[in-house]
């Protein structure tokens, strides 16, 4: 499947959001960031997907984006005709080198808006936390179970003294 820029833009966002669920709002700064993508046309894909409803912009101290309906529901094919405008289907085989952009904004190039070619294959997804965790895997080869966050076990440190309510207390005068 060829997909736009504009579009893998859109599904690395969301997916970067189901991976930091934790820390949202998430501004388009950090995603950008984190995912290696130009801030302005991605802030416009944000707006895009907050118009179709998938995500909204937090209001109050912390700005960014939240999930509009929970992101179990969304499907990534459900954001290709936002992003998209109209659906096309068709090989999704990358050029070797470089970006060849045609007129209707298809990268073809391997490397281009993230890896569309391997980007397409995860439209394919029940869900966007599915297509989040199987990217995480094929992107870094951890499994889902190591890369959703540990418990935290904190460690004594082993201290020899007494607790502090246990030391005897004296004054001098």
Known sequence: MKVSRASAYGLRALMYMVRHVTQLPATVEAVARTEGMPVDPLGKVLGRLARAGFIQLAHGREKGYVFARPPEEIAPRDLLEPLEGQLTFGDSTPAKHGCSERPEGRCESAEGAGSTGEVGALFEEATIVA???????????????????????????????RPHSEEPRTTDV
């Open 131 to 161: 297509a989040a965790w199987k990217d995480l895997e094929r992107r870094f080869g951890a499994t889902a179970q190591e890369a959703q966050p540990a418990k935290l076990q904190i460690k004594s440190l082993g201290s020899k003294r």
